[in-house]
């Protein structure tokens, strides 16, 4: 009997989503944190508050 490969590689693909998302998620709070940080493009012009 063949290995069911569509399950396999619905849940490889799921974890992988889901560890890229935690990592960027860590990324984004840790360069929140950090007061040396430089501001984006976007955020540059806009008036702090």
Excluded at 1 to 23: N, S
Excluded at 34 to 46: E, G, I, N, Q, V
Aim: aromatic share 8%; net charge negative; proline share 10%.
């Amino acid at each position: 009997m063949e290995a069911p490969i569509i399950p396999i590689l619905f849940m490889l693909t799921a974890f992988a989503v889901i560890v890229w998302a935690w990592m960027s998620k860590r990324a984004t709070e840790q360069r929140m944190d950090d007061p040396d940080a430089p501001k984006s493009t976007l955020a540059k012009d806009a008036p702090d508050h």
